[in-house]
């Protein structure tokens, strides 16, 4: 029977595979510094090489949790955030906020380099559904809007949202672009 770390064999499977899938991460944020391999992830978690194989088949199940884990808690953010505010107009600005946030706090770093990285299709296709649970997010906001052109006013603010992850992050001064876009997207709103 192998040492376990843990009150039970359930815990302690849980406790491994969150090692495994943090120390995955660890080395997709470090700048293509080290290489994703079975080794170098099982290093990160603690557990020898070939312990790996009993949590997951590949570590393109790794990159795969993390995809989903981080789409979803961000997702889930934005939701929450968008749920949060008082009216329509309220909601869509919440958005555009929610996520440049979420992208000044580094949370975008991972995002940026899974779309560079070696993932398997799976992971990819994952991306795609979890983008588009972000999307219909603000899709649902807008559709609270007095808008004649809702589609247009979705085109708008996916494009401003776009455009802006890329001018805020860890290492910006991000403020003043996330209150700018969040006044722009006001603008675009009110035109709509």
């Known amino acids: 029977m192998p040492k376990i770390s843990a009150a039970s064999v359930v815990e302690h499977r849980e406790a491994v595979l969150a090692a495994l899938v943090n120390g995955t ?3 997709l944020l470090s700048d293509g510094d080290r290489k994703l391999t079975a080794a170098s992830v099982a290093a990160e978690a603690g557990i020898a090489r070939n312990s790996i194989y009993r949590y997951v088949s ?3 199940d790794l990159v795969d ?9 961000w997702a889930q953010r934005v939701a929450a955030d968008v749920e949060a505010a008082p009216d329509a107009r309220a909601a869509v600005v919440a958005y555009v906020r929610s996520n440049l946030e979420l992208a000044a706090s580094g949370e975008h770093t ?3 380099s899974l779309s560079v990285a070696k993932i398997s299709e799976s992971a990819r ?12 997010v603000l899709h649902d906001a807008v559709g609270q809007l007095d808008s004649r052109q809702p589609e247009l006013i979705v085109s708008a603010i ?4 776009g ?5 805020v992050g860890p290492d910006q001064s991000s403020d003043q672009v996330i209150e700018f876009m969040c006044r722009a997207t006001e603008a675009i709103v009110d035109a709509g």
Do not use: Y
């Open 163 to 167: 455009a802006s992850l890329n001018k």
């Open 58 to 60: 590949s570590v393109d």
């Open 65 to 73: 949790m993390v995809v989903a884990r981080g789409f979803t808690e």
């Open 25 to 27: 991460k660890a080395i």
């Open 110 to 112: 991972l995002q940026s």
């Open 158 to 161: 996916e494009s401003l949202v």
């Open 125 to 136: 296709d994952r991306i795609v559904e979890l983008h588009q649970q972000i999307s219909a």
